[in-house]
């Protein structure tokens, strides 16, 4: 059987991947893709815990985590979009009217 | 009388409202000057009926607790919203709704035609509301709260006419100043609660007359806090920028709340708690050394000041200054007299001082008067008391207060103290005859094809007589004790003092002095003041150029050797350094160079700041996973 | 099963979820309905704060023990209610001058105070996750609510990306702490004592911590506030700035109290300082009066961290005080910048929203005038208003553990904000107007709003002690 530590680690380098992609790249969709990656490796966590703990909560919250991002999603995308009809760009770094 | 004691505070109040919500709907003058002024008289009726109530009483039974309800009782603070009748904060009542009912009327004729003058009303009674809440209340919570209407009401009336750009600028200063003061009273209301559980004044008394050691650290930390939010209100060194400034306001603001009564808030403090100021005798040499250190500094201030109103100013800090020194030697009942005498005779002259300016057409410039003694008689000799008054001059109320701290500082600390008090007191009486010799007598030096002054209306009149009358006799209640009469003003305040001055006098056990000693100083300051007031006058009335600072001296010359070297041995210095050094340096770069540049620092600072929000999302995500990190890596090696 | 008490004990909860669903089909099956929806909105608002303070129980677990009806959460969530009526009261006018008067604006008003109940009654750590992010989508989406403008498009990109990048981080938290603990449950994870000694368990509390410190704005998780309080439409702001902090000082600070771990102290008192220092410092720049009073609420966060800090019987009530005063005295203060706030116009930004556009106020219009200036003064806590005594009770509760220092650092930072409240009053009463300016009107639901809120103010400035008796008797 596979150790604990081992889900934990994936779950934390996935996690790692996602903080470091929102932290670099300028595209607004693709930091909000990294978001989702850190949203899933939690999510692998959370089952890893559950599993290992015995007790099936943590498989309940993932639903609710997927569910949520899902909705998030779409409020996400609709921003976006919105956005860019305005702009005409989703580069972060072009977006900055509002500072100071 | 005392059933209906809920009316003292609660006329002014509803009179604030009054004028306030509906005073444009009323429209008219006499109708809100009236309802203001009659919500001021009542509650003085009152306090004068509640003085008799209570002369009829034995001494130990004068402290009468009104509980009104229990105000805030949260578990964590229980507060009662309860007043304390005792001599002092009766004396305290009579002088702030008597003196504060004469500058109503006043006021009535001064405002005459301004397009907010139901505002003014309101606005003068919402201050005398706040200033009975400081006075009456037996809370240091309920007096915070008055302490800070006060300044308020304050900030409202300086910028009253706030058309003018100054005004604004000067309410803000008196604010911003007096906000630090507000930080030492409430660091003090905290350490206070925490350290006795209670904020009631009579508790905290009581818990602090017994067992306590002298100079015990937390009791000396609460004295220097509620001493500091003295100097703000007060206006002593290093807080008394704001008050020479706060002269922008109109002048029946200028009589009421920065002469008579808002800034001896400060004096009445420190007398409310006398028992734990008499428990540490250090914070009592501070604060008769900044005491001494302020009535000198005004005094050389108002030397060389040129507008009527800055003097009178200056001479106010000065004499708060005075009131700061009886209390630093323990004699509070003369510091309360003072406090007293100065609110008649100080109130009288802001009043004169106003009627003044109201017939110069605005004029605030003594350089630009000159023979008004003829124009304006009746302001001229009302004026004329209350210089005679500030300066000593028996047997006006003045001398018999100000003797007594001359005494007071003569046998409660030492002799050089006393000669600077001594002196201090010569310059007032200097500066004050200066003022009365360039204002009213000499030769006119307004332009008298345009300006005719007149005397003012009887409205403005009237209140100026009855002030004189007081300044003249009111210190007729505390004849010294030379005179073999009795000092009833000391016996009537005497019960409110006694522990203080019990523990006073186990600590500086002194002797009987002798009356002849006694009445050598007596003397001596008589006859100082007198003379200071003499030459005075004598350079001063029949000045009339001023451009040339040497040709004034030139002039003296001619006729008084002694004048000329009195001159240039003590004036002129003395003058230069009001002038070049205290005014121009201490006063304009020292502090206030330090309160703009520490706010100029701080907006520079922000300036630098905010350039930290970028604007742009992965500074932002940056910083927030760097705090995260910081935080993780605190939790795992610390 | 769910029984009819239960139910019962979850009235106010229901009504709002029943009103948010009613305004969401009314506003798609009937055009033009916008009048009714408001009216439903601003019933049910009011019918939740009536029941409850009706016959709830004390202290009752419902819902398979999934939500907590109790004398803290029904205190924080009267507060919320109240700031999400009073800002919805004035919605109304803003929306219409703006020309973004759709019938889903109350609506999502209502998902996210159904959001924030239920986080506040949140019993274990799903439901709290599911209603912290029922507020935050609906507040995403109001935020750019506005959405021809550029201002608004971008706040709302900005929070929704940090906002989601947080969540990232609260799950985080929540992982860890399921992975320590081996619950979702608060009440089951603070009986084991040993947890605290848990470096992984405390490192799960700090990440969930720091997710409601970001919808704080506690620095540095601040850096959103600024930028989306300027972008969202005023009234947005004003609920924002209210009621979404209510919510999430409601659910950590009850929860946090009860842990008191020396560590996690010390994070917090140097976060509360860095707060402190940091909105009052850089809010005495700004020209902008969103960003100013976005900067001045940091600064609040600041002293109710301060509150939390202290850990003690005196946390929640200090807390629960200044959020009360908190709520009339912002929110009034946003509801005036919307007043005063010039309609839309082509030029696809905020107008009349400067500092300067409040020069010479007084003489245009002495009552805004004079509210503003109660609610200023009320802001900077000065006495009679609420906002001292919230002050008050924050910076006791710190006292009274031990922590003098960090109250004084607290009074002698909100002197700083003295400084740039006093500068909107002095341009208001003491500054020549700028130029010709239109007259301002103030619409009659938003004057409603601003009178209570002044009202409030002073009452509970009056009496603060009202406020706990209130609730005292909510609780029998």
Known sequence: ?100 | MLKIFYLVPLLPLLGFLINFLIGKKINNEKISGIISSVAVLIPFIIGVGVLFEILALPPEARTIPIHYFSWLFTGILNVNFAYVVDPLSLVMLLVVTGVGFLIHVYSLGYMHGDKEYHIFFSYMNLFIFAMLQLVLADNFLLIFLGWEGVGLCSYLLIGFWYEKKFTGDAAKKAFVVNRIGDFGFMTAMLLIFNNFGTLDITHFIGKISSGVPLNDGLLVAIALLLFLGATGKSAQIPLFVWLPDAMAGPTPVSALIHAATMVTAGVYLIARVSLLYSLVPLVNSIILILGIFTALLAATMALKQNDIKKILAYSTISQLGFMFIALGVSAYHIAVFHLMTHAFFKALMFLGSGSVIHSMHEEQDIRNMGGLKDKLKITYITFLIGALAISGIPPLSGFFSKDEILWNTFIGSNPVFYIIVLFTAMLTAFYMFRLVALTFFGKPRYNTDHVHPHESPASMTIPLIILAVLAAIGGFVGLPHYTGAVNYFEHFLEPVFRQASTVYSTIHPHGEHSITLELILVAVSVIAAGFAAFLSFRLFSKKDKFENEKGFGKILEDKYYIDEAYDYAVITPIQKTSENFLWKIFDVKIIDGFVNWLAGYFVKLSADWRKIQTGVIQDYTTITVAGIVVIILYLLFL | MITLAELVNAVPLLIIAIAAILTLLITTFFKKSTDVVFAVTIISLFAAIFFYFGDLEKDALIFTESLRINMVSIMFSVIALTAVFISVLSAKSYIEKEEINFGEYYSLSLFATLGMLVMIHSANLIVLFIGLELMSICFFVLTGFLRKRVKSNEGALKYFLLGAFMTGFLLFGISLIYGTSGTLDFIKMLQNQSLVKQPLFLIGVALFSIGFFFKMGIFPFHMWVPDVYEGAPTSVTGLMSTAGKIAAVGTLAPFIVNTNVTSLKVIFSVLAVLTMLFGNVIALSQVNIKRLLAFSSIASAGYILVGITAMNEFSVKGVAFYLFAYTFMQLGAFILVSVIEKPSDSSNDYKGVNLDDYKGLASKNPSLAVLLTIFLFSLGGIPPFAGFWGKYYLFYAAIKSELVWLSVIAILLSIISIYYYLKIIVYMWFSKESGNEVEIVVPPFASIALYIAAGLTILFGLFPNLFFVMFKTVLK
């Open chain 1, 1 to 100: 059987m596979v150790e604990l530590n081992y889900y934990l680690g994936l779950s934390s380098i996935l996690f790692a991947i996602g903080v470091i992609g929102v932290l670099v790249r300028r595209n607004a969709i693709i930091i909000f893709m990294s978001i989702e990656l850190m949203f899933n490796s939690i999510n692998l966590s959370l089952i890893s815990f559950s599993s290992f703990l015995g007790d099936v909560t943590g498989q309940i919250l993932v639903f609710f985590i997927i569910a949520v991002a899902a909705a998030e999603a779409a409020i996400g995308l609709a921003i976006i979009i919105a956005l860019f009809r305005n702009k005409g760009t989703v580069n972060i770094d072009e977006i900055n009217i509002l500072k100071w």
